[in-house]
């Protein structure tokens, strides 16, 4: 990231602050505010706004969407405002909008969920929230998290030495917060958890494999301090979902029982048992079957039991990740979705717990949770502007064929192509489509042997998607349309060209086929009238959307509003604040985006608290090793080349030299004037 800026401590509300001019952008004065038999409930039922929302999202009278962090519909924040807030200081999309509030309410729902469980069944132990790092490592993120969960006893995690370090530094006004360490730890890590220890933090190294234990041993000695450990256990349980396979007997991490009974012994050899007082473990990432929730947290509190009966201090029982995000607003076992509530899955793991401990005749556990997708994807959204159009239906079809050339014929696929165009009929609606791929495909092979001309490839090409246009649009007519023109709407679907990378702001898409949920931000009281996918920058085949949130299946396209060159049209990608910004990359060096931290009061009064400027070309090339003293001074030398070979004057190349210099300070994404 580049330099941060950060707005006075008591900002003015963001309608009340100095701006800049804004670029202009050209309104469409023509629109009616509502469109009959349209309007915001409408585009809110479409894009499951309400479902996938959870109360934290809507669309207000005028059809913009609006963030509401504490689900109060009377302190919301208008989304479209914000943009234009962002452009009015500079600041230009793609832009990622953080809402500080919204994740301190998430932490709230988290803590108030497993704290009512207790209460409801009679829980004698407590419930310690605990953020891994890795989810969203932005320095302001895991502030906030640690701020806002002080007061809720919520810990941190880390996975890494260098995510320790980071939190080390993080947690000296509360030493006793609870710190997780989990991952590979080699001679470093493990001593930098005991010097740690001995600046007082409530710090648990947990053990991944044998060799951990005797570092332990030998560093926590050397610097006079008792450890405590944590152990991650390989469930038989297996999770759910796309990260099923990373738990399990099979899994990357953790131990087995006879290493966990290995351990145990160590330590009481040594007169240490007391000091193992963690069990922990990992279901998996976004969990969406509360089946395999149940399965696990059971048998884990049945080794937690067991291990008090032999000896152990234990007083922590982890039961990692999992907690799901219901992404499409489905909420059912989807793998993308989730077939539990929040309140649920908390009651679940307490009774669960508690009936094997009550069971065990064991004291009742201090529940750990590590449910960092939960608390931090609904606080972020990314909001991009639409650059252009593709549109496949454009294509007409002539009035008329043209006439041959004197003594020549016309190609007889161009012929009955052209025929089945004009003939397109309810009643042989399949048999004319399968007509036009036959004399589509009859086609391309004579223009590949030499037997058809450019021009006429070029009709055959406009007729065809001219016709599979005239068939799509008969099909919507019918009641129940062929199940053989299934793909003709994905087919026909336009590509939207897009201001982002998907590989920097969104990788899951790329990586894994992750589903979160895209929609306009603003004409929400206009129904749209496009099917489309979404192309971004890159010039890689990958860098698309193509699987969109639907409330049934998975879509191959989201509808949107029709496009008009040098018209505003802005479009968000929500829930997207687990993971995505620390796996992005610089696939064509497009770097990171601006990222703007808003903060709402009781009022309904918004400011934008911190921006954290985007990535600047010169910041991405650094990141590449390019030397750009050096890159600068090769372009200064050949202007100076071309002036003395009377190419160029010395105006004309002091001007390149700006623009130059002017290129590495500018945002690695496209800054059109016009939006």
């Not at 707005?7 to 509300?13: E, H, K, L, T, W």
């Not at 990432?285 to 039991?305: F, K, M, P, T, W």
């Not at 009955?416 to 009643?427: C, G, K, L, Q, T």
């Not at 505003?568 to 796996?583: D, I, N, P, R, S």
Request: glycine fraction near 8%; charge should be negative; hydrophobic fraction near 40%.
């Amino acid at each position: 990231m580049a330099d941060t800026l950060t707005d006075p401590a008591s900002p003015a509300p963001a309608s009340q602050a100095p701006a800049s001019p804004a670029p202009a952008v050209r309104a469409r004065a023509t629109r009616p505010a509502t469109e009959p038999g349209w309007g915001v409930e409408e585009s809110a039922a479409l894009y499951s706004i309400r479902n996938w929302g959870k109360g934290f999202f809507d669309v207000n009278a005028a059809g913009h969407v609006v963030v509401r962090p504490s689900r109060n519909p009377a302190v919301e924040v208008d989304l479209h405002e914000v943009v234009a807030g962002m452009r009015e200081r500079g600041f230009r999309t793609p832009l990622l909008v953080h809402f500080s509030d919204l994740l301190k309410q998430r932490l709230v729902d988290i803590a108030d969920a497993f704290r009512g469980a207790i209460v409801e069944h009679g829980y004698h132990g407590t419930y310690q929230g605990v953020f891994p790092i890795k989810v969203n490592q932005q320095r302001r993120v895991v502030e906030e998290v640690r701020d806002a969960g002080k007061a809720l006893g919520f810990g941190l995690e880390a996975g890494s030495k260098p995510e320790l370090l980071a939190v080390m530094g993080m947690t000296s006004d509360t030493p006793g917060r609870l710190i997780i360490c989990n991952g590979f730890k080699e001679e470093r890590y493990i001593e930098f958890t005991a010097l740690a220890k001995k600046l007082g933090r409530n710090i648990i190294p947990v053990i991944e494999n044998i060799t951990e234990l005797k570092l332990i041993l030998r560093f926590y000695e050397q610097h006079n301090v008792r450890p405590t450990i944590g152990v991650r256990v390989n469930l038989a349980s297996q999770g759910a979902g796309r990260w099923r396979h990373s738990s399990g007997i099979k899994a990357k991490f953790g131990l087995s029982m006879n290493e966990v009974l290995e351990v145990l012994s160590i330590l009481r050899s040594k007169g240490m048992e007391d000091c193992l007082q963690l069990l922990h473990c990992h279901m998996g990432s976004q969990v969406h079957d509360i089946r395999q929730v149940n399965q696990g947290i059971n048998e884990l509190a049945r080794i937690y039991s067991q291990l008090v009966k032999s000896g152990a201090g234990m007083r922590y029982l982890d039961i990692g990740g999992g907690l799901g995000i219901d992404y499409d607003g489905s909420q059912t076992s989807f793998e993308f979705s989730m077939n539990y509530t929040l309140q649920e899955y908390a009651s679940n793991v307490v009774y669960k717990v508690m009936t094997v401990c009550d069971e065990e005749c064991v004291p009742h556990p201090t529940i750990v949770s590590e449910s960092g997708r939960a608390m931090v994807a609904q606080q972020s959204v990314l909001v991009f502007d639409v650059l252009g159009a593709n549109r496949l239906d454009r294509y007409t079809a002539p009035e008329r064929l043209p006439e041959p050339a004197a003594g020549e014929e016309l190609p007889r696929p161009l012929v009955d192509i052209y025929d089945v165009y004009r003939n397109i009929s309810e009643r042989r609606l399949v048999e004319n489509y399968n007509d036009l791929l036959e004399d589509r495909d009859e086609a391309l092979r004579l223009f590949n042997v030499g037997l058809m001309n450019l021009e006429h490839r070029a009709l055959v090409d406009s007729i065809f998607w001219a016709a599979c246009a005239k068939i799509r649009d008969v099909a919507r007519g019918m009641g129940r349309p062929p199940e053989e023109l299934g793909d003709l709407e994905s087919a026909l679907s336009d590509t939207y060209f897009c201001n982002l990378s998907i590989f920097q702001s969104m990788p899951d898409i790329w990586a894994i086929n992750q589903l979160f949920p895209i929609c306009p931000i603003h004409r929400l009281n206009e129904r749209p009238t496009r099917k489309a996918t979404i192309a971004d920058l890159t010039c890689d085949s990958d860098g698309k959307i193509d699987r969109f949130v639907d409330d049934h299946d998975v879509k191959k396209w989201v509808e949107l509003h029709d496009f008009a060159e040098g018209e505003e049209y802005l479009l968000g990608a929500f829930l997207v604040g687990a993971y995505q910004e620390t796996l992005g990359d610089l696939h064509n060096l497009f770097g990171d985006t601006h990222v703007a931290h808003v903060m709402i009061d009781e009022h309904g009064e918004w400011w934008i608290d911190e921006v954290i400027e985007g990535d600047a070309v010169r910041d991405v090339l650094s990141y590449v090793h390019y030397d750009l003293a050096r890159l600068f001074g090769e372009v200064r030398r050949e202007c100076e080349k071309a002036v003395v070979n009377k190419q160029m004057t010395v105006a004309e190349s002091q001007g390149l030299l700006k623009a130059y210099e002017a290129g590495l300070s500018g945002y690695t994404y496209l800054e059109t004037e016009s939006r």
